[in-house]
């Protein structure tokens, strides 16, 4: 009796085992599946694509017959500051975070002012602010040159004014570094805003309320409380300005005149009249790894931020 | 032309191009001169395309009649079976064309349409980017329309062959010191079609020179107030200068190039704002008085002497620089005859009168001299076979590869 | 339980007259609350009774319409919330996520301005007394929700307010861990001797834990007293009902007699003390606790002096320590009797034909 009873649970058990190891496999394959195409659109728009501009970095490939082997050299020269493009970068970079931190500072009471104050406006409120760039882009860039330019809105109103002599209108705004990052920032600004507006949003609102009790004034409570939970939202907008703007070309063509160059201007150059791509994929392939390490950081700040949220 | 790039920048090339308003190629000059078809203002452009295919289904249909006659007697006979069955052989609908945008217009090909298959056009978005998709295969045209700087790396990736030009009976007309600067080792590689000077001009109410030289565009009493072009092609600028001391500034030395590329460096500081490509633009500057100096195809300064402003252009002592632009056959080309059809109509007499008089370029044929505008004969010599001599054609610039990374080192210096 | 013995005669808290609105809806309607120092004091009704809104109002996040608030005979009504002290613990105990449980409960000592090494001490001396000592360095997302509790308990009570508000602030934990806490506020309080305001739903946990409850309903304050007050005497069917459970039932009244009244049930009665102007013919609401109702043989009551009707057993609810019996009274309707299972009479079966009978002072008179 005894035995009969063990070997029938053993069965059972051995039964049971079998069949959560098909269900566990099943799973296995699910997933597996499910990660294919992630994989797949990783390797085919990524891996491949990135493995030819190595490729064309060292020389292994080449678009024109150069003869100059393979080798690290153009790395070299980039590297070792040889060339110009080094503190090319090191300006761009300069501009990036410029551009991420002021944009950053004059989004965050905007998205302080939706999140927090504007109630049940807040979302008409937020569309009106995207409103306006959701027309082309271009037009938008050259509004500026329209409202900065020579002849544009501001000199004209000045020399009208007579603030300013006719012959002598205020130079370097339509044209030059400082213009590039004017538009840059103005293009960026609505973008910015959302991802604090969302960080402060999703904030319970009865930590003010805590803050306030334990006789914490606004102004404290904002800079032990609101501030420090949107700080993720804070991180996040910083880099959505400052990857994009580091590899910008687009508006320094535009705006950026002689002294407007960029990182992302030369790589576009280099690629396209210059027909060198071998020293363009260096730069494109430096550029790939600053925002890439950029994006690390990005994530660990905005992983322990989601953790203090938790 | 932009396969290495990542999307972003792809699509934003796309949109640049497609916008026409700010065509990045290595020479603006030069390219101003392929994309002559195309005026400053995009808006313009479909007008002018509408305006002239109106004219010229009218102007077809009298070509034709003119052809039909002239056909018997045009070739020579050695080549003319040959030809017939060369032209039998292949599909002339399949002839494609990459060119700037505004040279499908029959009117700059006459005679050709009625005895052969109306082509097939690219358009291309200028010689370097063109040059660069043709050597990625990105189109396989059997003909190909950019300016000439591009020749020496044609010519030398192997891209276009010789064209026989016993099949283009025009030939005999063209310019022998543009076709001379098109061919290698005694193959024409290129047949010209137009030409033009790059001069500096000036406003001559604002600035006297003091020197006729293209030194004008490096005078840092102007500073701010000069233009430059977003081209290799200051290097030749800059080297035409005796104080610079270029044995041959269309193929500058390695230290020759060091210098200029220092001397450049310096000297982009004094331009102000953009280093133009969009010509609508620099016309207006030049025009307000915003710029007093700067360096275009005689085209610009002929409309704006035609517009009233005060402008004047330097023969400069050192000579003028020069570029022409014309067709490439390319080498995997498979409509050779048609090719060779089309080429000929394409540098006709006729032909040639259009694309002076609509654009103002001086044209490559010799006998293409009754243009509407007698300042062109004048500035350009016009007919004249010794018109260019002394002239430093782009078209014989070599490595140009070299000058390009180099000035875009320089472009990278003035940001940094 | 008994009252605690920090209950002073000093009037702590005095709502006076307070009444706010929100847009339309009367939230708390002239309610007057006169808390005592060191006394556990309970607001309680169902969701939207104005429990929440009066503590609220005395904490400062709410402005009263009308009305004043005393915080020992101080006007406060119009001050800010950081300048009353009294000392909130929130519903879901709205710790600051990114401050760890030192950081957390030292945040108002830092606005006071009280010096580094007191902090620390004060701060170490409250997670001892919520029972969470060493735990200083711990994130919040790293405690179970007892132990949030428990610190959200020491953020407050660590700036020795005069009064704690509490907001149902055992909602979130499970039933075991809240009984738990329930006892251990008590103590922490009677410790302390703190004024405690208690907000909650839960009439089980107002009764174990308050010296006196208020409870609320629609806005007003129905009835306040002990427990025991609340409980045994509720002085309308709103707290009769609201508090414990309840057999309600109309009593017509057929005979009169000194202070009693009574009605005829089949062949049993109902009786219960009515005042002296009830004249017979009236109908009162009268209610028994299940708890009170005994069971015995159809022709032996328990309680022969009190109420007593005769029914069938319909359905017996085994609760573990509890039973109960639904009996089906011809005339009268379903009584709910609770005994404790281990008593004889918890031996009846459905079907069976028994007495229910209550002692007279139990009949409880509704209105």
């Known amino acids: ?310 | 032309m932009s396969d290495g790039r990542d999307p972003i920048s792809r699509r934003d090339f796309v949109k640049l191009a497609g916008k026409g308003a700010l065509v990045a190629g290595a020479m603006p000059a030069a390219l101003a001169a392929c994309g002559e078809d195309a005026p400053p203002e995009t808006v313009v452009v479909t007008e002018t395309v509408i305006e002239e295919r109106i004219v010229t289904e009218t102007e077809t249909v009298i070509e034709e009649k003119i052809v039909e006659v002239e056909v018997p007697g045009e070739a020579p006979t050695t080549t003319m079976g040959m030809r017939e069955a060369g032209l039998a052989a292949e599909n002339g609908a399949d002839l494609l064309i990459y060119a700037p945008p505004g040279r499908e217009v029959p009117t700059q090909w006459p005679g050709y349409l009625g005895r052969f298959p109306h082509p097939q056009f690219a358009a291309t978005a200028g010689s370097f980017a063109s040059l660069g998709e043709l050597q990625l295969g990105a189109i396989e045209p059997d003909i190909w329309n950019p300016c000439f700087a591009v020749f020496d790396t044609a010519v030398s990736e192997g891209l276009v062959q010789p064209w026989d030009t016993s099949l283009i009976p025009n030939f005999a007309d063209l310019n022998p010191n543009l076709t001379a600067a098109t061919s290698r080792d005694g193959n024409q590689y290129a047949i010209p079609l137009l030409y033009g000077l790059a001069i500096p001009i000036y406003r001559a109410d604002l600035y006297t020179p003091k020197e006729n030289s293209y030194s004008i565009l490096f005078d840092e009493d102007l500073a701010g107030k000069v233009t430059w072009t977003d081209s290799a092609e200051w290097f030749v600028v800059a080297g035409k200068l005796p104080e610079n001391n270029v044995a041959n500034p269309l193929d500058p030395t390695e230290e020759e190039l060091d210098r200029l590329v220092e001397f450049m460096k310096r000297k982009i500081r004094i331009v102000p704002a953009a280093l133009y490509s969009d010509l609508a633009t620099n016309q207006t500057d030049l025009a307000t008085g915003n710029i007093v100096a700067s360096y275009v195809a005689p085209t610009q300064w002929i409309e704006l002497t035609k517009q009233g402003v005060d402008i004047a252009f330097i023969t400069p002592d050192e000579g003028f620089i020069g570029f022409s632009c014309g067709y490439f056959l390319m080498a995997d080309a498979d409509q050779y005859y048609h090719a060779h059809e089309w080429v000929n109509a394409a540098v006709s007499v006729e032909a040639a009168l259009t694309i002076s008089n609509k654009f103002n370029f001086g044209n490559s044929n010799l006998k293409a001299t009754a243009v509407d505008n007698p300042l062109l004969v004048d500035v350009m010599g016009l007919g004249d076979p010794a018109a260019l001599d002394g002239v430093s054609l782009l078209d014989k610039m070599q490595n140009i590869d070299r000058l390009n990374d180099a000035w875009i080192e320089v472009k990278a210096a003035a940001g940094v | 339980m008994t009252a605690s013995s920090s209950v002073t005669s000093e009037v702590g808290i005095h709502l006076k007259g307070i009444t706010k609105t929100f847009g339309e809806v009367v939230a708390v309607d002239d309610v007057d609350i006169v808390i005592r120092e060191g006394e556990f004091y309970s607001l309680l009704g169902p969701s939207g009774c104005g429990k929440t809104t009066s503590l609220r109002m005395i904490a400062g996040f709410e402005v009263p319409d009308t009305g004043r608030i005393l915080l020992r005979d101080k006007d406060v009504s119009g001050d800010l919330p950081s300048k009353r002290n009294v000392n909130m613990v929130f519903q879901h105990y709205a710790l600051f996520p990114h401050m760890n449980v030192e950081d957390n409960v030292m945040f108002g000592l830092r606005v006071s301005g009280v010096r580094k090494k007191e902090r620390v001490q004060r701060v170490a001396e409250i997670l001892e007394i919520v029972r969470l000592p060493g735990f200083q360095k711990r994130k919040p997302f790293q405690l179970s929700g007892g132990q949030q509790q428990r610190v959200a308990l020491a953020r407050a009570l660590v700036n020795r307010p005069s009064a704690l508000l509490l907001d149902e602030p055992l909602g979130a934990l499970d039933v075991k861990l809240r009984r738990e806490m329930q006892l251990e506020l008590k103590a922490i309080q009677h410790d302390l001797g703190t004024t405690f305001v208690y907000v909650t739903h839960d009439q089980e946990e107002a009764l174990t834990m308050s010296d006196r409850i208020a409870v609320m309903n629609l806005g007003r304050v129905e009835q306040v007293g002990t427990p025991r007050e609340i409980y045994e005497h509720p002085e309308s069917s709103f707290v009769a009902g609201f508090i414990g459970s309840l057999n309600a039932m109309d009593l017509k009244i057929q005979q009169r007699q000194d202070d009693t009244g009574g009605m005829t049930v089949g062949e049993g009665w109902v009786i219960a003390r009515v005042d002296a102007d009830v004249a017979v013919g009236t109908t009162l609401r009268a209610a028994v606790r299940p708890e009170r109702i005994a069971l015995g043989p159809a022709g032996a009551p328990a309680h022969p002096d009190g109420s007593v009707v005769v029914g069938t057993v319909e359905e017996v609810i085994y609760l573990g320590a509890m039973s109960l019996f639904h009996v089906d009274i011809p005339g009268l309707g379903q009584l709910v009797s609770q005994r404790m299972s281990h008593e004889d009479e918890s031996a009846y079966r459905i079907g069976d034909r028994v007495s229910a009978s209550w002692e007279l002072a139990h009949t409880l008179v509704l209105e």
């Open chain 1, 1 to 310: 009796m005894v035995s009969e009873n063990d070997t029938s649970e053993k069965s059972d058990t051995s039964e049971k085992k079998v069949r959560v190891a098909s269900l566990a496999r099943r799973r296995h394959r699910v997933t597996r599946s499910l990660l294919a195409l992630p994989l797949g659109w990783l390797v085919l728009f990524f891996l491949i694509p990135v493995s030819l501009v190595v490729a064309y970095s060292v020389g292994i490939l080449e678009t024109f017959t150069k003869e100059e082997g393979v080798s690290l050299e153009t790395w070299r020269i980039f590297l070792t500051g040889e060339n110009v493009y080094m503190l090319l970068f090191i300006k761009s970079f300069r501009m990036a975070l410029i551009v991420a931190v002021v944009v950053v500072i004059l989004a965050y009471p905007i998205a302080y002012f939706l999140a927090m104050i504007a109630d049940k406006y807040k979302y008409s409120l937020l569309l009106l602010m995207i409103a306006p760039f959701m027309t082309n882009f271009f037009m938008r860039v050259m509004a500026w040159k329209v409202l900065l330019g020579r002849q544009g809105v501001l000199n004209s109103f000045l020399i009208w004014s007579g603030l300013r002599d006719e012959g002598n209108p205020i130079e370097g705004l339509a044209f030059g570094e400082i213009p590039v990052m004017i538009v840059l920032g103005y293009v960026w600004i609505p973008f910015v805003m959302l991802p604090m507006f969302a960080a402060m949003i999703s904030m319970d609102r009865r930590l003010l309320e805590a803050a306030a009790d334990l006789g914490a004034s606004r102004w404290r409570a904002f800079w032990k409380v609101t501030f420090p939970l949107s700080l993720p939202g804070v991180v996040a907008s910083f880099f959505f300005v400052f990857i994009p703007t580091i590899g910008e070309f687009v508006v320094p063509k535009l705006v950026g005149g002689t002294k407007g160059y960029m990182f992302g201007s030369a790589i576009d150059d280099l690629f396209g009249m210059g027909l060198d791509w071998r020293t363009g994929s260096v730069l494109s392939l430096w550029l790939v790894m600053a925002v890439f390490i950029l994006a690390l950081l990005f994530m660990r700040l905005v992983r322990f931020g989601r953790l203090a949220e938790s």
